[in-house]
């Protein structure tokens, strides 16, 4: 007891009750689907990678691209350079040639009626531009797949050229035929022309099928 007049005060028993401290809330846990994800994708495309390297390489692989669009099965191969030469196609281009001189044949052989019939000016006119038509597809040529096909063009034209001009003589002079002094140096050019062109042109027939002609056949 303490002592006589003495005053105290009653304290609370130990330990004295505090109020509890705020703390923050627990952060949320992250999810791991993100992760399962990119691991999933990372495995898809390693599976594509190794499917791409040892793809087989028999008949079922996928064809290779060269530039150029796949043929269809079973379609005829295109010809090689060596079945065709270096300009394209041999065959069709001597046939062209060759449709060429059989029209300039048929001239020649109107001409001659046209000649035996005195060389009126109508008949003369006719061959002159029959002539002319034939110079220009002859100058049209494409004789780039031919052996010499340059040179055996040249000399064609050559040959056309001046059995134009003899023509353009016939008719300066019609109607009536010129003597033939008037026309014999162009109708030698004319001649040496075809002889060369023929040169030229007999080896080439003779390899694709076509007829071999003479200078009177043209």
Same mark, same amino acid.
């Given at each position: 007891?303490?002592? %006589?007049?003495?005053?105290? $005060?009653?304290?609370?028993?130990?330990?004295?009750?505090? /109020?509890?401290?705020?703390?923050?809330?627990?952060? /949320?846990?992250?999810? !791991?689907?993100?992760?399962?994800?990119?691991?999933?994708?990372?495995?898809?495309?390693?599976?594509?990678?190794?499917?791409?390297?040892?793809?087989?390489?028999?008949? +079922?692989?996928?064809?290779? %691209?060269?530039?150029?669009?796949?043929?269809?099965?079973?379609?005829?191969?295109?010809?090689?350079?060596? *079945? $065709?030469? *270096?300009?394209?196609? &041999?065959?069709?281009?001597?046939?062209?040639?060759?449709?060429?001189?059989?029209?300039?044949?048929?001239?020649?052989? *109107?001409?001659?009626?046209?000649? $035996?019939?005195?060389?009126?000016?109508?008949?003369?006119?006719?061959?002159?531009?029959?002539?002319?038509?034939?110079?220009?597809?002859?100058?049209?040529? +494409?004789?780039?797949?031919?052996?010499?096909?340059?040179?055996? #063009?040249?000399?064609?034209?050559?040959?056309?050229?001046?059995?134009?001009?003899?023509?353009?003589?016939?008719? +300066? &002079?019609?109607?009536?035929? /010129?003597? *033939?002094?008037?026309?014999?140096?162009?109708?030698? !050019?004319?001649?040496?022309? #075809?002889?060369?062109?023929?040169?030229?042109?007999? /080896?080439?027939?003779?390899? $694709?099928?076509?007829?071999?002609?003479?200078?009177?056949?043209?």
């Amino acid at each position: 007891m303490p002592p %006589s007049g003495e005053t105290f $005060t009653q304290l609370s028993p130990e330990p004295w009750a505090e /109020p509890a401290i705020w703390q923050p809330p627990a952060p /949320p846990k992250k999810s !791991r689907a993100p992760y399962f994800l990119a691991a999933a994708g990372a495995v898809l495309l390693l599976g594509l990678a190794l499917g791409i390297v040892f793809w087989p390489s028999g008949s +079922d692989s996928p064809a290779q %691209s060269t530039g150029g669009v796949p043929s269809a099965q079973g379609q005829e191969p295109a010809p090689t350079t060596e *079945e $065709t030469g *270096e300009g394209g196609d &041999v065959e069709g281009q001597a046939k062209e040639v060759d449709d060429l001189l059989e029209e300039m044949g048929g001239t020649r052989s *109107e001409l001659g009626g046209v000649v $035996t019939a005195g060389c009126p000016a109508s008949g003369m006119q006719r061959i002159l531009d029959a002539r002319q038509t034939q110079l220009a597809k002859a100058r049209a040529l +494409d004789v780039s797949a031919l052996d010499n096909g340059p040179e055996m #063009k040249a000399a064609l034209i050559r040959a056309l050229e001046a059995s134009t001009e003899s023509n353009q003589r016939y008719l +300066d &002079v019609a109607p009536g035929c /010129p003597a *033939e002094s008037e026309v014999a140096d162009v109708n030698q !050019r004319a001649s040496s022309a #075809k002889s060369e062109f023929l040169g030229y042109w007999s /080896p080439i027939a003779g390899e $694709t099928g076509l007829p071999s002609r003479g200078e009177s056949d043209i």
